[in-house]
């Protein structure tokens, strides 16, 4: 029995549109396409994020099942629902596995599960959540054994959010790095700051120095061309900087969401690239 990987992709979700003018322009509004990521040596395994709706986690749960192996540990790379919601269905399967995140992370992944945020949560995925959300606990040190490997955790900070961290297994040459790669997919820049983004362009400098050849993105387009490292770190710092110069020079969202899409026409999810306009340039009221 050796060590491998395997990844569970959901398509782009349909959600209510909140902006105005994207329906008419783009088409459906959608939640970006995900992964969750099981790492397994022997009949031992770690899966890394679980998706957010109950149909899609319990779902992975099944996919899980099918690998025979025992989940020892939940890790949740960073506080963002989508992430994390699907724990309850994996718990269930799996009711040894331990749910797991950075310690630092764990107030905002409580704040995810609260009420006012499950309502909010609700908006965009009617009657599609779990009823009884649960946050991870602290993981302790910053490694997970699986069977008889190890994998590392390495904080990196804000990146889409706060306390966002990746999964780095050496002996694989494998990173899983829920939200601060993504591979051609749209990225969340909604309520960024200039702090904010140079914050995970640093990020994105600290993945590039572990040794890697592949990486696993949170969000993955559904066609996308695979999972080298190498490309989707550049490809993630070039859109960073990008998005950074046509801010500067955009005074209106459809300003910005011309220049982007010009520069960017097929990456997946363009209602992500939408919010981020309206939210950083449209009328505040
Ligand atoms: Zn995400």
Not at 50 to 71: F, G, N, P, Y
Not at 132 to 143: I, K, R, S
Not at 155 to 182: A, E, K
Not at 209 to 233: C, K
Request: include cysteine; proline fraction near 8%.
């Amino acid at each position: 029995m050796s060590l491998d990987y395997d990844v569970f992709v959901v398509d782009p979700k349909p959600i209510p549109s909140a902006v105005p003018g994207f329906e008419e322009a783009v088409g459906t509004a959608t939640w970006p396409p995900s992964t969750a990521t099981l790492i397994r040596d022997g009949d031992r395994a770690v899966l890394v994020d679980c998706l957010i709706t109950e149909r899609e986690s319990r779902e992975l749960a099944a996919w899980v099942k099918s690998h025979d192996c025992e989940l020892g540990y939940v890790y949740i790379t960073h506080p963002h629902a989508d992430h994390l919601l699907g724990l309850p269905q994996i718990l269930a399967a799996f009711p040894a596995a331990r749910p797991v995140a950075l310690a630092e992370s764990i107030p905002a992944m409580q704040e995810q599960i609260s009420p006012g945020y499950m309502q909010v949560w609700a908006g965009f995925f009617p009657d599609q959540l779990t009823r009884e959300p649960v946050a991870p606990g602290p993981l302790a040190g910053d490694t997970i054994a699986i069977g008889g490997t190890t994998a590392t955790v390495i904080p990196v900070g804000t990146t889409d959010t706060g306390h966002s961290s990746v999964v780095h297994v050496p002996s694989l040459g494998l990173v899983v790095s829920g939200d601060v790669v993504y591979n051609q997919t749209h990225m969340w820049l909604a309520g960024s700051m200039p702090d904010s983004r140079a914050s995970w362009a640093r990020a994105l400098d600290a993945v590039a120095a572990l040794p890697s050849d592949t990486l696993i993105a949170g969000h993955r387009h559904p066609q996308a061309a695979d999972d080298d490292a190498r490309r989707q770190i550049d490809e993630s710092r070039q859109y960073l900087a990008d998005f950074e110069q046509a801010l500067a020079r955009s005074t209106t969202p459809a300003e910005l969401i011309d220049r982007m899409t010009a520069a960017y026409p097929d990456l997946a999810n363009p209602y992500t690239l939408w919010v981020a306009a309206y939210d950083l340039l449209g009328t505040r009221t």
